[in-house]
């Protein structure tokens, strides 16, 4: 069976702060993994994915996740939060990028 | 554009109600899934569907039922609505192998 946990519900940073968004995977088999974002009111996007090629991944508005398989995570990143980055993150991994599992979901607040 | 749309943005119903959520794609692709969103819970899989006519459950099928008459079409069907179904119902599609493209999601108030 395959999980993910986002560690903290709720995370706040300032405007220009380093962004971390923590993920840790479970999964028997090499897996999938993604980070999409939810803006208020609207259906989730992705950010990016790793599919077992470089294990840093670069996605979209400056955020990048790194694969660890030793530490069995897979964290997001930004160097500088912007107040658009406000929203819910969440975490997924598949075992063949179509059936997702989803983590609970992880709420950033930038502050100005 | 690639658009995924969801019949109603919210919805009120009484308990043991019959009722359907639609979700329609516009972009061809043979994949489409159900899933409810709920604060502190995250993203559950309902139901999905590699193919029209049919279907596969999820990690929580209870209650609900789908129909995919059409491949564009995807219908989430609660049979007979409780309490506990009052959610954020959220509908995606996507081709084989390639990411998820989501509504803006229905949220559904079960009276």
């Known amino acids: 069976a395959q999980s993910v946990t986002q560690l903290g519900s709720h995370v706040s940073v300032s405007e220009g702060a380093l962004v971390l968004l923590r993920c840790n995977y479970s999964s028997s088999v090499p897996p999938y993994l993604f980070w999409y974002v939810q803006y208020p009111n609207q259906g989730l996007q992705l950010l990016l994915k790793y599919t077992s090629a470089a294990t840093l991944v670069k996605g979209i508005n400056g955020f990048e996740a790194e694969f660890k398989k030793s530490e069995t995570s897979f964290h997001l990143t930004k160097p500088s939060a912007h107040m658009s980055d406000a929203a819910e993150y969440f975490c997924?991994?598949?075992?063949?990028?179509?059936?997702?599992?989803f983590g609970t979901g992880t709420r950033l607040q930038v502050f100005p | 554009d690639v658009k995924v749309t969801q019949s109603s943005r919210y919805l009120v119903k009484r308990t043991g109600e019959k009722v359907f959520l639609e979700c329609v794609q516009d972009?061809?692709?043979?994949?489409m899934f159900w899933y409810r969103q709920d604060p502190g819970l995250g993203l559950r899989l309902i139901y999905f569907?590699?193919?029209?006519?049919?279907?596969e459950k999820g990690d929580i099928p209870e209650g609900y039922s789908v129909s995919r008459e059409k491949k564009e079409r995807f219908s989430l069907i609660l049979e007979s609505a409780s309490t506990n179904q009052t959610s954020m119902y959220l509908c995606?599609?996507?081709?084989?192998?390639?990411?998820?493209?989501f509504g803006s999601g229905t949220q559904l108030s079960v009276l």
């Open positions: 997924a991994v598949s075992v063949n990028t179509d059936k997702l599992i």
């Open positions: 569907s590699y193919d029209v006519k049919m279907k």
């Open positions: 972009m061809d692709h043979e994949n």
């Open positions: 995606a599609s996507s081709r084989a192998n390639e990411k998820l493209f």
